[in-house]
């Protein structure tokens, strides 16, 4: 239930403290999402072209360390299986592998089909191909 | 202790769901900050112009409705004073001044001084300013 | 045939050099074409609506000066008619409205209808509209 | 005198016209100069912890073909030596390592030393180092 991409930090990352914009971290959960969708059987891209889209409707991140210009960077990726319309994933960003934290998130999705609201076939179809 | 800006959504802001990326609000919210600063006798400039620095330590945002490409957005920024080394923003991002709301969200910071350390000083200071 | 926009900086586009990065100026660029169609009668969200784009076949940019955060901007727009099914602006972007030039540049367009090609009849009246 | 990186596509990185936005390239171009750095015995980062800078003083792309969401690129980075003060890489952005042509573009640089100003000696120096 759990992936692992790793990449460097941008230079454009970067913003004038020196250090990664703490906006950018959920760019990075989103690409370990994307990671995670694919090691468990199917793309993202796939999930939109069939009309279903996971609008993220929360999230939260504690920035806990500093992340700099040209760090290798870890994104674990962790899918929360849970009751109702949710989907959930956590992440944990480490500077390497096993390194020290750079932050903790969550987001929190709906799924959507085709007219734009939550879709309970679609949400059901979905959770049992990711469980 | 509020203030509000106004602004338009960018092409670039928006991705291939058509609507803003939801990375974005962090980066609206923060420019929330920086008004919310000036209007209140002083600048993030000056700020680190002095040696201090208010990273942003946690994030949170729930998404309601989306925001497209060249609405009016209006974010009003709201200073909520704590006790101790936290400062926290409040945020609400709304279509035009009085449309629905797209967006709410928190900001927790806390004031380092030029050791990149917290600082009680620096803090106190700060806080006086801006309460 | 010109246009002006006026803006502040944002924390998030300036990088790790403390100035704004490089990459940064063509989003500006294109919140100065928005401005400017607006200024000539349409917006180009009726343009998408219509069905064409006008996406960016070829950008230019030179960079003079730095940006700082929290700078005032000034970006001028030029559009620049020319034959054929070419679209042209050109931008200056100044510190404020009568400081140094930060940058110049231009970016080259098509009009495509909706099959995603090039398209005669509306490169034809929308050069109508803008001249 | 050239090397490759790859990596995919950001869902943050399209936009509304489900492409790729235009000003990426830029970011994606200067991560093929991080890497062609590297592969020629150097980081950037050691360049600027020596107080060397080379930002961007020039930057032009041709834009081919669109890249979507999760697409596979490849960036080719080529140094092309010149006499002087500049600096000049050239890009070419793919799909995968065979595919057709994306973008592409080319970066003008200068060497500032630690007072901001283009320095001969560092220059010479960096010039001898990736020649």
Excluded at 87 to 114: D, M, Q, S, W
């Amino acid at each position: 239930m759990k992936s692992t991409i790793n990449f460097r930090v941008r230079y454009q990352e970067t913003d004038k403290m020196g250090i990664v914009h703490h906006s950018v971290y959920l760019i990075w959960f989103e690409m370990g999402r994307t990671e995670w969708l694919r090691q468990h059987g199917f793309t993202y891209r796939e999930c939109e072209e069939k009309g279903w889209l996971l609008p993220v409707v929360e999230s939260g991140v504690k920035y806990l360390n500093s992340a700099r210009y040209d760090d290798l960077i870890s994104i674990e990726t962790i899918y929360i299986p849970e009751k109702g319309a949710d989907f959930r994933f956590e992440y944990i960003a480490r500077l390497e592998n096993e390194g020290p934290i750079l932050a903790t998130g969550f987001t929190r999705h709906v799924c959507l089909a085709n007219n734009n609201r939550i879709d309970k076939e679609a949400t059901k179809q979905l959770k049992a191909i990711m469980n």
